[in-house]
């Protein structure tokens, strides 16, 4: 393939995210020209269907009409101004929608989803501190949790990965039994696992809640852990046993918000007792807020939180800013997103998609070489018998060769679309991933599957 100019000065200009730089002096950049829906088109003139959302962002396509006019209005009034001391209608909307939404009134914002883990973190000591609980400032988070990766997003996130080379940095939070079911051990069924799990964590939390301020986990799919789906029952015990024990529940939905697991949020697939949603201390989003057009994330949180830096003092108050919170045209993104789940029953057309690629996917779920299939609402994995680890990496640069955007996690080859996929780009997919499969595994490399995080990939 030829090596475009664009790409070759990104390779010398540009420090790519989560990249060996030193693969790209074999294996150009693409360099992508332009989105159209579900479609990037490189400076070659090639289409690549977007088969991963841009690393999870994006939900309705690119160039998604409603956006752009959302921020193209808001240009014309107001580009940005700080949001201490100063406020703007779209800030104060999106933060009251998204309060209806959830049941947790009060928004704080910054502009990428490791921001906002870090908020919810801080937030959630500092209100204990203020509560005359200064021993809880500690966290718990479960195996395989990805939570982001700056350096307090990272001390509670469990992909050795990112996290060895960076270890002294960090100051590491306690790593629980994971309930996703892939875990299961042989003859344990899904019912059981969930069950040790919850277990697990109950012990846990009765000896050691006194020095704990949170449990952060991402609600029923782990994605960066190669999409390990767990049973909302593990939710809900969870959240009766962090109330049980004075702890808060951090539901990290930057990836799962949004639609993507087939509810709006995915913590809302969890019952209580009565019957209703479980309601979670905290809700950090991010990805699919602006639909994946502009940086934006925002933690949420409860009257009782909210309460606990209520005070005179100046230092009792939450004590963190990023230049660019509650960005006015972020914020209009968001509410163009808000506005599409209203207008077009997005949740009910997601079913009716996702029927039809589960269908379209199944000569893909009984391949050979497939030994784990599973599906949430808009996601698909299917885990590969192979032990080569370059498998992802191969499997990623062959795919773009097929018109196909795919990240395999390790050997956990996912769907994670837009929502907008048409009849014809499904069948595209599903074709050129099966092409794809059949092409990587025929020029397998022998030797230990190194389990990576998906990033690297
Ligand atoms: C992507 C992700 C993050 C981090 O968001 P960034 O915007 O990449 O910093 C945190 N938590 C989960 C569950 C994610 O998937």
Redesign the pocket.
Known sequence: MATSSLAERSRQAVWHPCTQMKGHEEHPLRAIVRGEGPWLIDDQGHRILDAVSS??VNLFGHGFAPIVEAITDQLTQLDHTMLAGLTHAPVVELSERLGALTGLGHAFYAS??????EIALKMSAHSWRNRGLPGKHRFIGLQGG?????AG?LSVTDIPLFREAYAPLLRLSATLPSPDLRHAAVGVSADEHTAACVQALADHLAEHHASIAALIL?PLVQ??AGMGIYSPAYLSAARDLCKQHQVHLIA?????GFGRTGTMFAHQQALDANGQPIRPDFI?L??GLTGGVL?L?AVLTTDEVYAAFWDDRTAHGFLHSHSYTGNPLACRAALAVLDTFDNEDVLARNRATALRLSTLAEPLTRHPRVTAHRHIGMIWAWDIDTTDATFAARFHRTALDHGLLLRPIGNSLYFMPPYVLTETDMQHLVAGTLRTLDQVLAAELPGSSSGHGERLA
């Not at 990428?112 to 883990?117: E, I, R």
């Open positions: 690393w999870w990428d989803g490791a921001s906002a883990t990805y939570h982001g990766e700056t997003a991402e994605g960066a990290d939905e930057i990836a799962v950090c991010s990805k940086p994330s």
